[in-house]
């Protein structure tokens, strides 16, 4: 009597804790119009992740129950966003995401010279002080957030627009 209560204890403990789902999802490439392959996924705080397949599509196994931020990315930039596992969850993701400085929207005609030839797109960035040490370190900025060039520099006028 006393062992079959310590198995159900036991099975009543590893149903409660140990429920599983999954992820299925499709990479879309907003550039190129089809699946992004070969974008890294990541489920933060965990040692979960894949890479999309050839035709953008990935698949997470095995994660626990809960809700966790995933990031979705290429190198040097990605995009994060909030997903609650309770079962199989499928998700759409476009890459990059939208981005205000886009330079497909925004025009990098110089509102000084009128001309284009001489405007480059700026990087912003911040250098700050690394924890704990004397060694400063540079943080990218905005351009790495949505993974799109911020707004354009004139090089003849010297005008930042
Ligand atoms: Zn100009």
Redesign the pocket.
């Not at 000084?112 to 001309?115: D, W, Y």
């Given at each position: 009597m006393r062992i079959v209560l310590i198995i159900f204890l036991l099975t009543s403990v590893i149903y409660s804790f140990g429920q599983l789902g999954s992820i299925t999802g499709f990479v879309f490439d907003r550039g190129q119009g089809k699946g992004l392959s070969s974008a890294n996924i990541v489920l933060d705080g965990t040692t979960i992740g894949c890479a999309s397949d050839s035709k953008g599509n990935f698949r997470l196994d095995s994660v626990p129950f809960g809700q966790y931020r995933i990031r979705i990315g290429m190198v040097a930039c990605d995009t994060t966003m909030t997903v609650n596992v309770n079962g199989h969850v499928k998700m759409e993701v476009t890459f990059p995401p939208p981005c205000k400085y886009d330079m497909a929207v925004n025009d990098n005609r110089?509102p000084?010279?009128?001309?284009r030839d001489?405007?480059i797109p700026i990087n912003y960035g911040l250098l700050v002080l690394a924890r704990g040490t004397k060694r400063r370190e540079y943080y990218d900025g905005g351009c790495d957030i949505s993974c799109c060039m911020p707004n354009w520099y004139?090089k003849?006028?010297k005008?930042k627009f």
């Open positions: 110089c000084r010279c009128h001309r001489k405007s004139c003849r006028d005008l």
